[in-house]
């Protein structure tokens, strides 16, 4: 059986990565330089589509198990929940900068950035909190039992951006990671 706390991780350090391409085009539109549209509209498609199909329905039910288990935990874990909604929020609006700015329409540039800035903390923030306060509580409390009920939440599927076969909408970003 795989890990899935292994693979909860190694999503987080992917992601983290994205996100700090992520920033590094915020930082171009920052200097007034063209930012790549493009590659922002992949990385927040990988993120969103990823994370709500094959990222966080494992957490979810490691989530539940932890609370049966550790009863105290509720309070992040609830918090954690919440921050996937606002997350999502935050991702789909700035899409919706991002389509307007890709699309020659005049974004003021404080609505793109503060988009951006917004999602990028969020995100940052609830990859922390994962690592510092839930994953290592999980370690110490869930069952054999418990990491296998995460295990089967989602049907093993190769990832379409860090995987072996890279899908061809995340050639570019791929070859942008690994630059």
Same mark, same amino acid.
């Given at each position: 059986?795989?890990?899935? !706390?292994?693979?909860?991780?190694?999503?987080?350090?992917?992601?983290?990565?994205? !996100?700090?391409?992520?920033?590094?085009? !915020?930082?171009?539109?920052?200097?007034?330089?063209?930012?790549? +549209?493009?590659?922002?509209?992949?990385? /927040?498609? +990988?993120?969103?589509? +990823?994370?709500?199909?094959?990222?966080?329905?494992?957490?979810?039910? =490691? +989530?539940?198990?932890?609370?049966?288990?550790?009863?105290?935990?509720?309070?992040?874990?609830?918090? !954690?929940?919440?921050?996937?909604?606002?997350? =999502?929020?935050?991702?789909?609006?700035?899409?919706?900068? /991002?389509?307007? =700015?890709?699309?020659?329409?005049?974004?003021?540039?404080?609505?793109?950035?503060?988009?951006?800035?917004?999602?990028?903390?969020?995100?940052?923030?609830?990859?922390?909190?994962?690592?510092?306060?839930?994953?290592?509580?999980?370690?110490?409390? /869930?069952?054999?039992?418990?990491?296998?009920?995460?295990?089967?939440?989602?049907?093993?599927?190769?990832?379409?951006?860090?995987?072996?076969?890279? /899908?061809?909408?995340?050639?570019?970003?791929?070859?942008?990671?690994?630059?």
């Amino acid at each position: 059986m795989a890990n899935p !706390l292994a693979n909860w991780h190694t999503d987080h350090v992917n992601f983290a990565r994205l !996100l700090d391409l992520l920033e590094e085009q !915020l930082a171009a539109f920052h200097r007034a330089e063209s930012p790549d +549209y493009e590659l922002m509209g992949d990385i /927040l498609y +990988y993120l969103r589509v +990823y994370s709500d199909r094959f990222h966080h329905p494992p957490e979810d039910v =490691a +989530y539940a198990r932890l609370v049966i288990r550790d009863p105290a935990i509720r309070l992040i874990v609830n918090r !954690l929940l919440q921050e996937h909604r606002v997350i =999502a929020t935050a991702g789909e609006e700035l899409v919706n900068r /991002l389509n307007e =700015a890709s699309g020659d329409a005049l974004v003021p540039r404080a609505a793109l950035e503060a988009a951006t800035a917004t999602y990028l903390v969020y995100y940052r923030h609830h990859l922390s909190t994962e690592e510092r306060e839930v994953m290592p509580r999980a370690v110490q409390v /869930l069952t054999e039992e418990d990491w296998a009920a995460v295990a089967a939440a989602v049907p093993v599927s190769p990832d379409p951006l860090f995987g072996d076969i890279v /899908l061809e909408r995340f050639v570019a970003l791929r070859r942008k990671i690994a630059s």
